[in-house]
């Protein structure tokens, strides 16, 4: 008798389970179904006029006309992008706040030591928006059209060939540790207060390559003040089909900025995969943006992004850790 009673409470309690779970999400699609019903904010945690900044307004502007809301670019810069990203942790998982992310939030989990929040717990996938490759370029001075002959040049000077980053831990700077590392060859970084002054440098002579993005470069490519010998992507760029990649030479390289949105972790599945949805739409009309940045539309799952922001983390840790970058 007390065991049939035993397991009639286990059923009854099981049932109960059930029910509420499946209240949930009766609620939860019931939410997306009506979400939303007041304007969204993209938390940017970059200044304003970036390329961010950019694509995370333009972004706005299409999922204002396909929702109906009002869709705010709020930026929120400072700290290596940590003040805005906080913010966002913090925000309601309800879909009424999402978050611009970027390389740079693959690489804080593993060079800085304390960050008020943790980048994969705290946060969901919604969709990587694109891809930019960055670029090799090299002062014209230099005696090298490739990478090929920059490597040769390292290899016939260990230690003597500078080249210069946005500053320590930045993609550029990344980027540049990967392609010694893989080359296996010695050279000096030189890190800057930003990409505009080792532009500047690389431009007067002070440095001889770097890494740069398609916007700080392509006006002195043009100009012939600095000279383009390869891109960061795995394929060629359709901006610039002539020049060939780096994984051409060093199999597997890949240097690219992406650009991505994210939503605070609970955010409720049928309000991802509505965001989901609507943001691929808009990735055609966005495209002839995203070309004037040498970048390209890559669209796809919650779970691709996923994947993708994993094997990022995963790649710019082991090269933080190979090159010796103290955490900051």
Known sequence: ?????????????????????????????????????KPIRIIVPFAPGGPNDILARAVGRKLSESLGQQVIAD??????????TEAAARAPADGYTLLMASTS???????????PFDQ??????????????NLLVVHPSVPVRSVKDL???????PGEVVFGSGGTGTSTHLSGELLRSMAGVKMIHVPYKGGAPATVDLVGGQISWMFGTFLTSIPHIRS??????????????????????????????ESVGWYGVMAPAGTPRPII????????????DLQPLLLQDGAEAVGGTPEAFAAH????????????????????
């Open 224 to 253: 012939g003040r600095m000279r383009v010998i390869a891109t960061g992507g795995l394929t060629r760029s359709p901006v610039l089909p002539d020049v060939p990649t780096v994984a051409e030479t060093l199999p597997g390289f």
């Open 273 to 284: 995969d509505r965001l989901n949805a609507e943001m691929n739409k808009s990735l055609k």
């Open 105 to 115: 939030h693959t690489v804080n989990p593993t060079l800085k030591r304390s960050l």
């Open 120 to 133: 994969l717990r705290d946060f969901t996938y919604v969709i990587l928006l694109a891809k930019a490759p």
């Open 1 to 37: 008798m007390q065991q049939n009673r035993a397991r009639s409470g286990v059923g009854a309690g099981l049932m109960g389970a059930m029910a509420g779970l499946l209240a949930c999400l009766a609620a939860g699609t019931a939410g997306a179904q009506s979400y939303p019903v």
């Open 309 to 328: 922001f994993r094997a990022e983390t995963e790649k710019w840790a082991a090269v933080i850790r190979e090159a010796g970058i103290e955490r900051n």
């Open 151 to 157: 490597v040769a040049l390292a290899r016939s000077k």
């Open 75 to 84: 930026n929120r810069p400072g700290g290596g992008t940590v003040i805005g």
